[in-house]
């Protein structure tokens, strides 16, 4: 997935923070998985 984020400066604020959300729940699965 590209980063359009930068591309695109008008992107709103609850996308990016939805997708921020969306990454740590992965990074968390992925620690859980691995302890």
């Known amino acids: ?3 359009s984020i ?3 400066p008008d992107l709103d604020i ?3 923070v939805k ?3 969306h990454i740590m729940e992965m990074e ?3 620690v859980v998985r691995y302890t």
Do not use: T
Request: glycine share 6%.
């Open 1 to 3: 997935m590209p980063l």
């Open 6 to 8: 930068l591309e695109n």
């Open 14 to 16: 609850k996308e990016v």
């Open 19 to 21: 997708l921020l959300n």
């Open 28 to 30: 968390l699965a992925g």
